[in-house]
């Protein structure tokens, strides 16, 4: 991306699990110097490891996202340390598995915080330092949730749809000013990610994703492929394509079908252990290292089909074309 022979700096919020860290990972094997930005300090350094073992270079900065201060202070530290940053990706996140009737004004507000204002923050955090060199390439890592609410996640599902609209709002504004910066949403599918072990829940079993269910891998490329080209959406999945346009044309039908499965279908059969741990004010990988991966890798997909379609259209168009043009002329042909 930048102009110079220097490595790629690049700063990932919720970089100590899940798709953050497994991002701070796909940038580190591009050669890449990864800023680690999250609360848990044995995740942020399983990260570090993770990073400098496949050749990039690490700085670990403990921060919590909701913190507009801590979060510009984090990007000069990063400038201070690697130089001007490349790439910034919003990825951190909290949630509550809950009934609207059951949720709290502090648990709202916490999931907010985290979830809508910490990309704020860090965009605005990026933007002060990209658009003054009119270059650089923000990623929010969305959801399918942006545009489908479902139940048992408002307080995520409204926040996911706060970023969406403060996106649409921004693309305006970079395009009026002929910036060069680019900005781009990555809309997932479900992902085996140990947030379904520590989020807060009141739910009577076991949270879990909803099938079909990727790897935080597959994520983590779709995120790194978005920051250098200039799409303004990525769906990473055809079950997030479905969740997006399947809304927009029919959302009481949405509505219906998710009222039917929508319980069932993001819990297991495990009753929830009621003295269980959750990250939603305090990091539960502060001193164990969970990793990217939850504990669902045996139902998990390495591949997305539908993501490796829309990253090649332009290859797929052409060989599509090739294909028609061929057929047409051997109809011509066999017409003579």
Not at 230 to 253: D, M, T
């Amino acid at each position: 991306m930048n102009q110079t022979n220097r490595p790629d700096v690049v700063v990932v919020t919720g970089a100590s699990a899940g798709v953050g860290r497994a991002t701070a990972l796909a940038f580190a094997e591009r050669g890449a110097h990864v800023a680690l930005l999250a609360r848990g300090r044995a995740g942020l350094e399983g990260a570090r490891r993770d990073v400098e073992a496949a050749g990039g270079r690490a700085l670990v900065i403990p921060t919590d996202v909701a913190d507009a201060a801590a979060v510009e202070d984090a990007a000069a530290q990063v400038e201070q340390a690697f130089g001007p940053i490349d790439v910034w990706v919003n990825s951190a996140m909290a949630s509550v598995f809950s009934p609207v009737k059951e949720m709290t004004p502090e648990d709202y507000r916490r999931v907010t915080e985290v979830t809508y204002l910490g990309y704020v923050y860090g965009t605005l955090a990026a933007l002060k330092r990209m658009l003054p060199r009119d270059k650089g390439s923000i990623v929010q890592v969305g959801s399918a949730l942006a545009y489908r609410g479902i139940p048992l996640q408002s307080a995520y599902c409204g926040a996911k749809h706060a970023i969406q609209g403060f996106c649409d709002s921004l693309h305006a504004e970079l395009i009026h000013d002929k910036s060069h910066v680019r900005l781009t949403m990555v809309q997932l599918p479900a992902h085996n990610t140990p947030q379904f072990g520590w989020v807060k829940s009141r739910l009577p079993n076991k949270a879990q994703p909803v099938p079909p269910i990727f790897q935080p891998e597959v994520a983590a490329r779709a995120i790194v492929w978005a920051a250098y080209h200039n799409r303004r959406e990525v769906y990473v999945g055809l079950s997030a394509a479905i969740a997006i346009i399947g809304n927009k044309l029919a959302p009481g039908l949405g509505d219906w079908y998710l009222a039917r499965n929508g319980y069932s279908g993001q819990q297991t059969d495990e009753p929830l252990e009621p003295d269980r741990r959750h990250n939603l004010w305090e990091p539960v990988d502060d001193e164990i290292d969970y990793g990217a991966h939850g504990s669902f890798d045996a139902r998990a997909r390495t591949w997305s089909p539908y993501l490796w379609a829309s990253q090649n259209r332009g290859l797929l168009g052409a060989a599509g074309a090739g294909v028609a043009s061929a057929a047409l002329t051997a109809f011509l042909w066999k017409g003579r």
